[in-house]
């Protein structure tokens, strides 16, 4: 069965500093999706990144990166130049395929707390 | 906005009573998901629906829990005789017509369950 896990429950960093989340995921699957998301204390989920898994590079948006590593079944985020906006719970996720409806299964999650 | 919008944001009910909760998908996704997120813990899914066809339910969906999307659209979560274990979020999630592995769901803000 495909499953999640984040094993930071939370984690601190400097403001300016990078940070990186870990995530490793459980599938038998050749195809899937990981995904990153944030949700702030208001509760809504915002959408950080996406790394596919035939995808040979790692993917990258702005501040955030994905290091994808395939044969370890890990998709750590990292947040370069931490800011007090991002102090946030973090989900990591991963996207099963057609055949399950590509519902999402997500990790426990990793609060975030960014000091000044 | 044409985000996906959820009513009522908060909900407070005594136990034993039924609660119903309703989620408006972005227009013209065909997939929307349901899930359950408690005080700590990531995202669990309920089930889903490809226009009005209900293609799967998690077994965490208890006979007390039906969801219906009767024309395709709008969708509604009903849960009969409340008890304390079911507060929770309840997010609502849409994904565009033709879903791969890299689309964003799109989640809405919400509905905050509290039994008591």
């Known amino acids: 069965a495909q499953k999640i896990t984040q094993t930071q429950p939370g984690m601190f960093v400097q403001e300016k500093e990078a940070v990186t989340l870990d995530c490793t995921y459980d599938?038998?699957?050749?195809?899937?999706?990981l995904f990153w998301y944030k949700q702030p204390s208001s509760g809504e989920m915002i959408f950080l990144i996406y790394q596919g898994s035939y995808d040979e590079q790692n993917a990258t948006e702005g501040r955030y990166s994905l290091n994808f590593q395939k044969a370890r079944k890990s998709a750590n985020l990292v947040i370069s130049a931490s800011q007090l906006g991002d102090s946030a719970m973090y989900f990591c996720?991963?996207?099963?395929?057609?055949?399950?409806?590509?519902?999402?299964?997500f990790g426990a999650g990793t609060r975030l707390f960014v000091k000044a | 906005d044409t985000g996906v919008s959820q009513n009522p944001r908060h909900k407070i009910t005594k136990r034993g009573q039924n609660v119903t909760f309703r989620c408006d998908p972005i227009s013209e996704h065909n997939r929307l998901y349901w899930y359950r997120q408690t005080l700590g813990q990531g995202p669990e899914f309920l089930t889903y629906?490809?226009?009005?066809?209900?293609?799967?339910k998690s077994r965490l969906l208890s006979d007390r829990f039906s969801a219906e999307r009767p024309k395709g659209s709008f969708s509604t979560l009903e849960i009969q005789r409340t008890e304390q274990g079911d507060s929770a979020m309840y997010l609502c999630a849409s994904s565009p017509l033709h879903t791969t592995l890299n689309n964003e769901q799109f989640f809405g803000p919400g509905t905050r369950l509290t039994v008591l």
């Open positions: 996720a991963m996207r099963e395929g057609e055949a399950g409806g590509f519902k999402t299964i």
């Open positions: 629906f490809q226009n009005e066809a209900q293609l799967e």
């Open positions: 599938t038998s699957d050749q195809s899937y999706g």
